[in-house]
């Protein structure tokens, strides 16, 4: 059985069209568009058997074929990036599971994937795993001054004790008053835009409706949730890497500062 990551991407984003080919330059000065960005984050991960990316449009895809990747149209009726995994899934046909890496992470380190397989793995139950990664005072207070400021920046997620999803939300929760030096832990962790889905999940996932809390916070983990379906929060440590997700223009120069930091190219 195989693992197979999918990066879905879409050019008409509400918040940032043409996000996908937006340009990002690294330490050495060479600037490299973020879906290719992803496409060579998930080549850095063990244990995938193949990287795709999925799309409806031909821009996109004319830019991923150019840099090497395989890519797989699909319609532009995917109202999100699970929905358009499912799609490929139909396309790919009998795999293990899908990885989806959202074409708007290019920081995200390849342990976190990794890990993640190996959660859902480990736990037959979930129909669906996710990354959480615990926040230091500086991210806090990142994604403090991103609401402040009304933009709609990382998201945060609250588990119970077995690491199954309570919630996750656009505002930063739990609630805390407390000043966090800038390398001190936090009780807020910062959701990472990364899945694992198991094929059955993927493929009840468009059918069923979407409620309430999908609809407010934009967020297309919470189906699962209200759906019923355990979601599994994966803790990954960021072992000295920077993560942040481009949700908006404003992240461009966040971005950019972190690659140059990181020595990345």
């Known amino acids: 059985m195989t693992v197979a990551c999918v990066i879905p991407a879409r050019y008409a984003s509400t918040r940032y069209p043409g996000k996908p080919l937006a340009m990002l330059t690294g330490a050495t000065g060479e600037s490299v568009s973020l879906i290719e960005r992803s496409w060579r984050a998930a080549q850095d991960v063990s244990g995938l058997d193949s990287v795709y990316v999925a799309t409806d449009d031909d821009r996109i895809a004319d830019a991923a074929r150019a840099f090497g990747a395989e890519v797989l149209m699909t319609s532009p009726d995917a109202r999100n990036g699970t929905e358009r995994c499912a799609e490929a899934l139909e396309i790919l046909g009998d795999v293990e599971m899908i990885v989806n890496l959202q074409g708007d ?7 976190f994937l990794e890990k993640l397989v190996e959660g859902l793995r480990q736990d037959s139950q979930a129909a669906i795993a996710t990354p959480i990664l615990r926040c230091d005072g500086e991210t806090l207070a990142a994604l403090k001054a ?23 939300s656009k505002e930063v929760v739990p609630f805390t008053s407390e000043t966090y030096d800038a390398e001190a832990p936090t009780p807020v ?25 999908e609809t407010l916070e934009g967020l297309e983990q919470l189906r699962f949730l209200e759906a019923g379906h355990p979601v599994l929060c994966v803790e990954v440590e960021a072992r000295g890497a920077k993560f942040w997700e481009l949700n908006n223009p404003e992240d461009i120069p966040r971005i950019e500062a972190m690659l140059r930091e990181m020595g990345a190219p």
């Open 146 to 168: 991103d609401r402040a400021a009304g933009r709609v920046g990382g998201t945060t997620a609250v588990a119970d004790s077995k690491m199954r999803a309570l919630y996750f």
């Open 105 to 111: 992470a290019p920081l995200t380190p390849p342990w």
């Open 189 to 213: 962790f910062h959701h990472v835009g990364v899945y694992a889905y198991r094929p059955w999940a993927l493929r009840a996932y468009p059918h069923w409706p979407i409620g309430p809390l």
